[in-house]
């Protein structure tokens, strides 16, 4: 009875082991070897779409979005600035990105806490894995870098804690500090 026990607990963790660990999207975040082909060699070519991986096969530059993270990255495209929902609900789909780049990435330096542009810029691909997790073709950003709330203004960002912030808009006026301001987080 104790074989059979042992024999179970052994076979579901390794199909759990090969399912989470060993699976084909998922990234090997150890430096050195970002196209997760062992050489030590980054994936990142120097203004290139493709590269050439380790067979000869073309992958693209830019790598996917962790797993877990592809169905929330496709909500907050869908969803976010969408009038028929509440203006707190789009701050909320950013925190839920942002907290999606913060589990991808666990080295503290990598986490950005300098404000709008910042945090736009390693959302964006600007990030070690080159991870895109706001697309280009996201409308709410202007031309300086920063995230704009449903009203075209940059929101505001303030951190308590690197891997929580909280996120402020100007609400319908536009104005921070104001009573119709939107906050999310901290």
């Known amino acids: 009875m104790n074989r059979k026990i042992f024999a179970l607990v ?3 963790g390794g199909i759990l082991f090969w399912v989470f660990w060993k699976s084909p999207t998922s990234t090997d975040h150890s430096a050195g070897d970002r196209d997760g ?3 030590g060699q980054s994936s990142k070519a120097g203004g290139g779409d493709e590269v050439t991986g380790a067979e000869g096969a073309s992958e693209s530059a830019t790598p996917e979005p962790p797993r877990f993270a592809a169905g929330a990255i496709d909500e907050f495209h869908k969803h976010y600035g969408d009038p028929s929902r509440r203006p707190v609900d789009d701050l909320d789909l950013l925190y839920s990105l942002f907290y999606l780049y913060v589990s991808n990435f666990k080295n503290p330096d990598d986490i950005p806490t300098e404000g709008n542009q910042a945090i736009y810029r390693a959302l964006s691909g600007q990030n070690p894995d080159n991870i895109v ?4 073709d996201f409308s709410f950003v202007n031309d300086e870098g920063e995230i704009l709330d449903r009203w075209g203004k940059p929101l505001y960002f ?3 804690h690197p891997k929580s912030p909280g996120i402020i808009s100007g609400g319908e006026d536009g104005q921070l500090w104001t009573e119709d301001d939107v906050k999310f987080g901290q």
């Open 37 to 39: 082909s062992g050489s």
């Open 133 to 136: 997790f706001i697309r280009k």
């Open 10 to 12: 052994l076979l579901v």
């Open 158 to 160: 303030h951190f308590y």
